[in-house]
């Protein structure tokens, strides 16, 4: 305890604190009687906020007796109206108030004292008590309307039933922030001088602590008018955290010294706390608010900053609300009551949890629909985190299990409960308890949104570190049905919005639970009879009648109700929920036995559910676009418009799910028609919007703005529908089928006919916006703009316009953009064979712009065109190239004019950015241009292109290796990639030519070493394209062809080799380690993503180098046994490691020729360890994968290689590599394998070491089907191929195969 000296020296302190401007006062309460009799300002300020209401925000629905039902609302202009009513005579008197209040404190500080210096003389200490009460009420007189009894607030124990908004808002915030510290003190005061006297205070303390919740309800509720203002000089941190620790130091004292009293003394120091909570959690939320002098432009802050999140976390949550919320459950009281305790320390946890109330609706940025995801608060993450992170002296971290999660999670979870009970008991028909109610709902949609927002963090909380899993901290699956019992309560409809954001985010973070009870929200649970329009007769989908009947209010103009309002909410609810369902599983018709047959026909209810919701939600973009159309209903107010804006970007998000995620094959092509319509009538706002911004009639700017906003979001569906047209990997991505049956249906033509106007690019933010979705439109279906002629031609004009523009060189790179989107569609069409058109007209239309474009002084413009001339057509090239009297690809007669104008772009010194998109765009024109087309895949187009000749291929390739060398050691990153994977397509296209005729370019070796330097570069994308330009660039090094004639002159090439094939194994192991844990560093998620690319990159590389077998031969087997090794691996983990890294290791080790496998077999032992992998994933996997024919396949070229020494290798590593001998016994025997293969098994097993692992029966198995196989007159040894009669038996020619 600090010593009494101490705490009066610092009382009398601040009893004469030269910081408020006046020395200590001597007045008595006659005087203070006195000034308060004759001061008319109490009834001037009365009259003048009698009739104001407070509008709170969500944090402060604890202070009220109903919480407000989550409207949007902004109070500005009236709070204006009020302010500028105040009436002179109250200006006048304000000093008079002033005068008043600041003799009641010091007052009240005397009081302090005297009570301090009397104790333990009871009868004295009884009289000042009496005078603190007194005094108290006085500043209540001053601080509230005249029908407030100042005894009733004092004695509220918990809730205050006060609305702060009756507070006299003309008293300046530095006054009422002194009151509250003020009092604080005194309660310090108090407490600090001996437990006795804070046991006899106790009812002084709680009267102090209400009227300083009553104060912070000011700052707490109207923060908005204080954010223009200084911050109060007793509100500066230090003194906020002052505050607290005053109140902590109290309660923590109390809930450890109440242990060993009786049941009722404990619940009056349950009652004494829970007073206590409900002061600090007004602290704290004022501790939020941003002031005016803060130069941050953030709209909150984290709460008491000085402290810092652990030691927030320690103090307020660890050490107090826990213990606190311990005890009320230890307590005998009834549910209501608990509950009722517990609110303030909820609200302090939700205080903490939450990022201080962000809007989590989406919103529209730059014309695009941006999501916003669940922010995590640094004291979130500091009591909510899976694990603690300790450094270790020597440097080290050791992760230790969080254990304040799991008992945040109890806490909020008991709250939890005790609400529901307490809902389902009382049906919300009590005002005092609703508040708590929707106090604990609000706490666990905290928790929830803060544990999916770590969800995505770098420590995962698994059980190999301690930690429970997340579907057994927290029951989502049984809140989710109190959520719907809830909701089906008639009165809880004013909080509904809170029960639906919960139910939003148990989807997010626990889909699989949530997905379990979709019934309960989805499913058409009436009798079919009664299924219709009619909701008054039917029940109908849960969620589905809240939008129903958000509809029927929208329809008759009532914007105000609670159905219109709950709206958003249940639409983002039902969208979560349907993210969470497997649709693909469960409506597919590769969907498991299991689920079709579960409750009926489990797909046909599937479906059914998914129209209806379908269906709701044609009626709401119905709805909304009459109310597009009928503009003066949108000026109606600011509740009513946001809510409006909430409604369309939720039924937005919707509808693109649902012409996106949902599988339209086979039975569920019942789901293209709605969902094609959902995209039609999307058009159709969008259309419209576009149309009303450019009507003169439109007067209100509010109403203006959000029809523009309207045609942005409901733009955004036709994104999602359209897609992306080709991946960045170039992989063609067709049309979503109901966007599909849209754009082929005449309700498409007056949509294109508005994104094809010139009416559309007016203003800069309409072109922004315009071209994103006209682009979209022509990447991913640009047979829609050729399939008329006037459409071409205006697409051409359009484009023209914006290229045109001199004088903005943001438009011309829109209309850049339209092009290359044009580009990219067409080329991505022609390999999904869905584009039936000549094109000649390409070069003629566009080329005459991506030319000029190219000298254009904007270094933006240049690179745009530089980015469309790369996705160029060879038929583009041949009529660019070749001179209208010319008919050769010879070098000479070529036309090099714009290729050269690329080439030099990629040395341009004043810009990084042209010289990579030079780079790439230079390495597509060659892919393009030299590679042989596959004759049989290729469209009746490409059959007709002849390949340019030998002497242009050459002729190109040496332009462009002088051109890379100098900017592959260029110092940007970029441009480095770009040069890498220029001279990848580069040296691909001519391995292409050079197998097929004997083409000899020198230039290409010479780019060996830069790329396998830049293996160990330090950007991720370099190293990359190094992985994959490596492969290519190898057969110019290594294959026989080239090397033979320099192998003798250069002894070291086997050891670069070797130290190749070391390195790219490395980049595989790399990936694999950090899948099972295992990596020594800590990756990012973009690092993690990086390295499952070089994986998958380093395996097809290695399979190229593999294949060189006059290469093996000259290394050691140690290094080809290790580079296998981790190639068996890739197959090992296909559970764990990304799907392509399996599937590229499975390709490369089956292109690999035999020969090696021969070679290997004889020395090394990576065929036996191949073989055990390949059975065990041919056991695992069944006919479920997509390499499993591949897998077969090189289990039979191993198998064909091995001789008896692999087998007994396969057997010794059963333990590390297991697989079920028995089912590779039916496997050898299903499919027919040569007798010589059973003769190798048994010999193998026959060994003294596999006999010791294995069972007699076994043995025994093999040698009676060899036995079998020799007696079996078709199969002899005598039939065998000449190469395998010897398994000891290599042939240098076995690459044939």
């Known amino acids: 305890m600090i010593s009494e000296h101490f705490i009066m020296s610092r009382w009398d302190a601040l009893r004469t604190d030269t910081g408020t401007g006046r020395a200590q006062s001597s007045s008595s309460y006659t005087r203070i009687r006195r000034r308060l009799a004759g001061n008319t300002e109490i009834q001037t300020i009365r009259q003048h906020h009698g009739n104001f209401h407070r509008i709170g925000r969500v944090g402060d629905r604890g202070e009220s007796s109903v919480p407000s039902s989550g409207r949007v609302t902004d109070n500005s202009e009236l709070r204006s109206q009020h302010y500028h009513k105040s009436s002179q005579t109250a200006n006048e008197n304000v000093s008079k108030s002033k005068d008043v209040i600041n003799d009641a404190l010091d007052q009240f500080k005397n009081s302090v004292s005297s009570l301090v210096k009397s104790h333990p003389n009871k009868e004295s200490s009884r009289d000042i008590v009496g005078n603190l009460r007194s005094t108290l009420n006085i500043i209540i007189k001053m ?185 009320v459950g230890d307590s005998t009281v009834s549910t209501a009551l608990k509950l009722t305790y517990c609110q303030a320390a909820m609200e302090c946890v939700c205080v903490l949890l939450n990022d201080h109330q962000v809007d989590l609706f989406p919103e529209i940025k730059g014309g695009k629909l941006v999501r916003r995801n669940h922010p995590l608060s640094k004291h979130a993450a500091a009591i909510l985190a899976p694990l603690v992170v300790d450094v270790l002296p020597d440097g080290k971290e050791k992760h230790s299990r969080n254990p304040l999660r799991s008992e945040v999670i109890a806490a909020i979870s008991v709250s939890w409960n005790w609400s529901c009970q307490v809902a389902f008991d009382d049906g919300f028909s009590n005002e005092t308890t609703n508040g708590q109610i929707v106090t604990s709902c609000r706490s666990m949609t905290a928790v929830v949104n803060a544990l999916y927002a770590l969800k995505k963090g770098k420590y995962k909380c698994t059980e190999q570190n301690g930690c429970s899993p997340p579907s057994q901290e927290l029951h989502a699956s049984e ?118 047959l579960s409750a009926g026909n489990f797909p046909s209810r599937v479906r059914q559910a998914l129209m209806n919701t379908m269906s709701a939600i044609l009626k709401v973009m119905s709805s909304l676009r009459t109310i597009v159309e009928t503009e003066p209903i949108l000026s109606r107010g600011f509740g009513s418009n946001a809510y409006f804006e909430h409604t369309m970007i939720q039924c937005s998000i919707l509808a693109g799910q649902f012409c996106t995620i949902l599988p339209f094959a086979g039975d569920n092509d019942v789901l293209i028609e ?30 203006s703005q959000l029809i523009g906003k309207a045609s942005s979001i409901f733009g955004h569906v036709i994104l999602e529908s359209l897609g992306s047209g080709v991946t960045d990997t170039g992989k063609a991505v067709a049309v979503s089928p109901p966007a599909r049956q849209w754009l082929c249906d005449v309700s498409s033509y007056d949509f294109i006919g508005v994104a094809l106007s010139k009416k559309t690019y007016r203003s800069p933010n309409q072109s922004k916006a315009g071209v994103d979705i006209l682009a979209h439109v022509a990447r991913s279906a640009p047979w829609v703009i050729t399939r008329e002629p006037f459409n071409l031609a205006t697409f051409r004009d359009t484009c023209s316009h914006l290229c045109g523009n001199v004088n903005d060189a943001k438009t011309r790179i829109l209309g850049l953009k339209l092009v290359e989107s044009f580009l990219l569609g067409r080329k991505a069409s022609q390999s999904l064979c869905i584009f039936q058109i000549d094109f000649p007209v390409v070069p003629e239309y566009f080329c005459p712009l991506l030319q000029s474009a190219l000298k254009d002084e904007i270094p933006a413009v240049r690179i745009s065109a530089i980015s469309s001339f790369g996705a160029l057509l060879q038929t583009d090239w041949r009529s660019m190239l070749l001179t209208p009297h ?43 241009c030299i590679d042989t087309p596959d004759i049989e895949n290729s469209s009746s187009t490409q059959k007709k292109t002849i390949p340019f000749c030998d002497a242009f291929a050459i002729h190109f390739a040496n332009n462009v290796c002088n051109k890379m060398e100098m900017a592959i050691a260029d110092a940007n990153a970029s441009v480095r990639s770009m040069a890498i994977f ?45 992985i994959r330009t490596i492969g290519h660039i190898a057969y110019f090094v290594y294959s026989p062809m080239y090397l033979s004639s320099v192998l003798g002159e250069n002894a070291g090439i086997p050891n670069v080799f070797s130290l190749l094939l070391s390195k790219l194994s490395s980049k595989v192991e790399l990936a694999l380690c950090d899948a099972i844990g295992e990596s020594s560093r800590d990756f990012s998620w973009k690092q993690r993503n990086s390295a499952k690319k070089h994986a998958w ?57 035999c020969s090696l496998w021969l070679h290997c077999s004889s020395n090394c032992g990576a065929i036996g360890r191949g073989l055990a992998t390949c059975f065990g994933f041919i056991n695992q996997r069944a006919d479920k994968s997509s390499i499993l024919s591949e897998i077969k396949s090189l289990t039979k070229v191993m198998l064909s290689a091995a001789n008896s020494e692999d087998f007994c290798i396969m057997f010794l590593n059963q333990d590390d590599i297991p697989f079920d001998i028995e089912q590779m016994y039916q496997w050898l025997v299903s499919n027919d394998m040569d007798v010589y293969i059973f003769d190798k098994i048994s010999l193998a097993l026959e060994h003294k070491r596999v006999r010791s692992v294995l069972d007699v029966s076994v043995a025994q198995m093999f040698l009676t089907r060899t036995r079998h196989e020799h007696k079996s007159p078709c199969k002899s040894a005598e039939s065998l191929p000449r190469k395998y009669s010897n398994g000891d038996e290599s042939d240098d020619d076995g690459d044939e195969l």
């Open 982 to 1026: 220029a001279m990848g397509n580069v040296a691909s296209a001519m391995r292409g030519r050079s197998e097929n005729s004997e083409i000899y370019i020198p230039t290409i070796k010479k780019f060996f070493d830069p790329v396998n330097a830049c293996l160990d570069d330090r950007d991720e994308k370099v190293v990359g394209n190094a």
């Open 143 to 327: 601080l509230l309307p005249e029908n407030i009894d100042p005894d009733s607030i004092l004695d509220s124990c918990i809730q205050n039933q006060l609305s702060s908004s009756s507070i006299h808002t003309s008293l300046s915030p530095d006054l009422v922030s002194e009151i509250i510290y003020v009092i604080l003190r005194g309660i310090k005061a108090i407490g600090n001088k001996s437990r006795p006297l804070q046991k006899e205070c106790k009812d002084i303390i709680v009267n102090m602590s209400n009227l300083s919740s009553v104060c912070l309800g000011i700052f707490a509720s109207r923060q908005q008018p204080y954010r223009k203002t200084e911050r109060p000089r007793y509100f500066t941190d230090l003194r906020l955290c002052e505050c607290v620790t005053i109140l902590l130091d109290i309660i923590r004292t109390d809930v450890d010294s109440c242990t060993n009293d009786t049941t009722t003394q404990q619940m009056e120091v349950i009652g004494f706390n829970a007073s206590l909570f409900v002061c600090l959690a007004k602290i704290m939320a004022v501790s939020t608010i941003n002031w005016g002098n803060n130069k941050s432009t953030q709209k909150w802050r984290s709460p008491l900053n000085p402290w810092g999140p652990e030691k927030t976390a320690t103090f307020i949550v660890k050490q107090s609300v826990l213990p606190f919320v311990k005890s």
């Open 886 to 928: 010319e008919s050769t690809f010879e070098p000479d007669m070529v036309d090099w004019t714009c290729i050269n104008s690329i080439l030099q772009a990629t040395s341009d010194g004043s810009n990084s950015g042209i010289r990579s998109a030079a780079c790439k765009a230079i390495g597509n024109i060659y892919s393009e």
């Open 479 to 596: 809140i989710s049905k109190q959520i719907h019992m809830i909701l089906q309560i008639e009165r809880s409809s004013p909080f509904r919005s809170y029960f639906l954001e919960l139910l939003t985010s148990l989807s997010l973070m626990y889909p699989s639970a949530l997905a379990r009870h979709w019934h309960l929200f989805l499913e058409d649970t009436s009798p079919r009879h009664l299924r219709g329009d009619n909701l008054a007769v039917r029940k109908g989908s849960f969620l589905v009648s809240f939008v129903e009947r958000g509809i029927c209010d929208s329809n008759n103009g009532k914007y105000d109700d609670e159905c219109w309002i709950n709206m958003p909410h249940a639409l983002g609810a039902i969208s979560a929920l349907i993210s969470s369902m497997p649709l693909t599983l469960w409506i597919s018709s590769e969907g498991r036995t299991s689920y079709r």
């Open 674 to 703: 709605p969902a094609s319509k959902i995209v039609s009538l999307a058009a159709d706002i969008y259309t419209l919007g576009l149309k009303m911004i450019g009507i003169d009639t439109v007067s209100f700017a509010a109403s």
């Open 1097 to 1153: 990159g380093a395996c097809m590389s290695i399979g190229t180098l593999l294949s060189f077998s006059n290469m093996t031969k000259l290394i050691q087997y140690s290094v080809i046994e290790t580079t296998l090794n981790q190639l068996f691996r890739c197959i090992q983990l296909h559970n764990i490691v990304h799907e392509k890294i399996s599937a590229s290791s499975a390709a490369s080790l089956l292109k690999l020729p």
